[in-house]
């Protein structure tokens, strides 16, 4: 788990979200959820979601996200929104815009776009 300032403690162990989407499974649509969610596998299409997104280590996103808070330790290639937090550890790699209140990029990630901060605002 991790804290940020002004920021709840982001869960990051699997028994504590609702919905995993197990790391052998390739979903292309749209997913929309608002309890936590977790992603091991692959996914194309977009993601629509009012509470935290897990990407885990090895997992592959292609889609553009919309979610409260998104924690990305594996790939994503598409537009990320988020009301309070993009946090990005040293595995993960985001390709495309960032739009959120705070960011945070730990050493060793990558990420390939724009980033707007704007805090107290929701986009």
Do not use: H, W
Request: glycine content about 8%.
């Amino acid at each position: 788990m991790f804290d940020l300032k002004d920021t709840a403690p982001f869960e990051t162990e699997e028994e504590e979200f609702d919905t995993v989407m197990a790391s052998d499974i390739t979903f292309t649509g749209t997913i929309s959820f608002k309890k936590p969610f977790m992603i091991k596998g692959r996914m194309s299409g977009s993601i629509e979601a009012s509470s935290d997104l897990l990407i885990d280590t090895n997992a592959e996103v292609n889609a553009d996200i919309v979610a409260d808070r998104v924690l990305v330790r594996g790939k994503v290639k598409g537009d990320v929104i988020c009301k309070r937090l993009v946090y990005v550890t040293s595995t993960g790699s985001v390709t495309g815009d960032i739009v959120s209140s705070q960011v945070v990029l730990e050493p060793g990630s990558v990420f390939s776009g724009k980033c707007s901060m704007s805090p107290g605002e929701e986009k």
